[in-house]
């Protein structure tokens, strides 16, 4: 797009995606209280049981209601020292897997890291909400089996079609036809996830009412047992469906294509591999380098406006659907030198300032996890589960590319943000065998 702003009318609505950081953070910080609505869409009612969750509802009382409780009970930084093991827990099984994949090969393992860093996300969460990893038995070697497979298949599928194009969402006489076969891709991977979920849900509030459990022991246990001012349950049963759903959707797409993205990009430059290895506590800067040029998805979910506006000089009509670009903040040439070439070290700039390099960009020049009203509760969240990801890969093992590749091909997948191609890698460990006997007391952060 080369021009900082445009307008396309679909249907009624019009659609403004914006690539300007100027304009970006008006919308976002000066402007979030108009911005602060969302589009009613196929995909989002679906999997929201009716729009019931904080990052897909439209502005208003359920919205308000689930985000505080997003906010206070579920995200805050007390919960997440409260559920620090069961990470740490994670963080070692992820360190297994690979271990175990390193004893095919004299020289290393074959190692699949866009299946390592879902996996890892996904078992994360379900640690986190139900205190399990695996739904199913798992293979021998740590790795997903069925169960898990199909779970992250459900997600992915979800991740992609979310906000992604779907004719009905402007013109609603087509709803129904599914014209493109969206309607069928949304509802059966939703189906997958309740599959899954619904059973262990319903189970765990059945047994907090019938006063087989007291006391907390993870996320799922916390929606369950808060009450209102009359001692009442807080949430419903779907909502707290539709809470689950919507929360795996956030948490497991961003950390893992960073991932694969950020090693990518360090295997083809391996004294950047051998920089990050080397100082493990600017891994952050990677991690921001690679959101820059590499983001998980093109857009920002959609703001909507919820009365007349002018931001930047340019009217913007109440209902207007402004989607923030990621990719176009990310690679602005008015912003970033060489903004095609991955350069972690221009992060570190922050560090000579004396200021501490974080995923958040105060300017908007790039996009991690938003800004204002609408901006991502799960921001420390995500932070934690990116960082530790890839410094427990980076610190565990040495990578290289296999013997006879010459280069990672960088091409991203048609209408997806990530690489074309699953990522393989060749892993060795790097440290003495006694390192690999786990303890749950020592987490890189």
């Not at 992250?152 to 079609?161: G, K, S």
């Not at 600017?282 to 506006?309: I, Q």
């Not at 008015?334 to 995923?359: I, S």
């Not at 799960?378 to 040495?398: E, I, P």
Request: glycine share 8%.
């Amino acid at each position: 797009m080369n021009t900082e702003i445009a307008c396309i009318r679909l249907g009624n609505s019009h659609v403004i995606p914006v690539t300007c950081p100027e304009i970006s953070l008006q919308i976002m910080r000066k402007k979030d209280a108009i911005f602060a609505s969302r589009p009613l869409t196929m995909a989002t009612d679906v999997l929201s049981k009716g729009h019931l969750t904080t990052i897909l509802s439209p502005l208003g009382d359920q919205w308000r209601k689930m985000k505080r409780v997003m906010v206070s009970e579920i995200l805050s930084r007390e919960r997440h020292r409260w559920l620090h093991e069961k990470r740490v827990e994670e963080a070692d099984n992820l360190v297994r897997y690979v271990l175990n994949q390193c004893k095919n090969g004299d020289e290393g393992g074959l190692v699949d890291l866009r299946l390592v860093g879902r996996h890892y996300c996904c078992n994360v969460m379900r640690k986190l909400i139900f205190n399990r990893g695996y739904l199913g038995e798992g293979k021998a070697d740590g790795g997903p089996g069925f169960e898990e497979e199909e779970y992250i298949d459900a997600i992915i599928a979800l991740v992609i079609h979310l906000y992604s194009f779907c004719i009905s969402d402007y013109w609603l006489f087509l709803r129904g036809l599914d014209l493109e076969g969206h309607e069928k891709i949304v509802e059966d991977a939703t189906r997958v996830l309740e599959k899954y979920n619904n059973p262990i849900i319903e189970a765990r509030i059945q047994q907090w009412r019938d006063g087989k459990k007291h006391e907390p022991q993870d996320l799922l246990d916390v929606l369950v047992s808060l009450t209102d001012d009359n001692g009442t349950p807080l949430l419903s049963a779907d909502e707290i469906k539709a809470q689950v759903n919507e929360i795996m959707i956030a948490a497991v797409d961003n950390p893992s294509n960073n991932l694969e993205w950020a090693l990518a990009e360090m295997l083809n430059k391996p004294h950047t591999l051998q920089k990050a290895r080397d100082e493990l506590d600017n891994v952050v800067g990677k991690h921001r380098e690679a959101f820059r040029l590499h983001s998980v998805a093109p857009f920002s979910p959609p703001h909507v406006s919820v009365t007349d506006t002018t931001v930047g000089d340019y009217f913007i009509p109440k209902g207007s659907h402004v989607i923030v670009s990621r990719v176009g903040l990310g690679r602005n040439p008015n912003v970033w030198d060489d903004p095609g070439e991955f350069k972690p070290e221009r992060h570190l700039q922050d560090c000579n300032k004396g200021e501490e390099v974080v995923f958040e960009e105060p300017d908007l020049r790039l996009f991690t996890f938003g800004r204002g009203r609408r901006g991502c509760p799960g921001v420390v969240l995500g932070s934690l589960m990116t960082t530790m990801l890839l410094a427990r890969l980076l610190q565990g093992f040495d990578w290289s590319i296999q013997t006879n590749q010459g280069t990672i091909d960088l091409c991203p997948g048609r209408g997806v943000a990530f690489l074309a191609k699953p990522l393989l890698a060749v892993a060795k460990p790097r440290l003495p065998p006694h390192v690999y006997s786990f303890s749950t007391e020592s987490e890189i952060q």
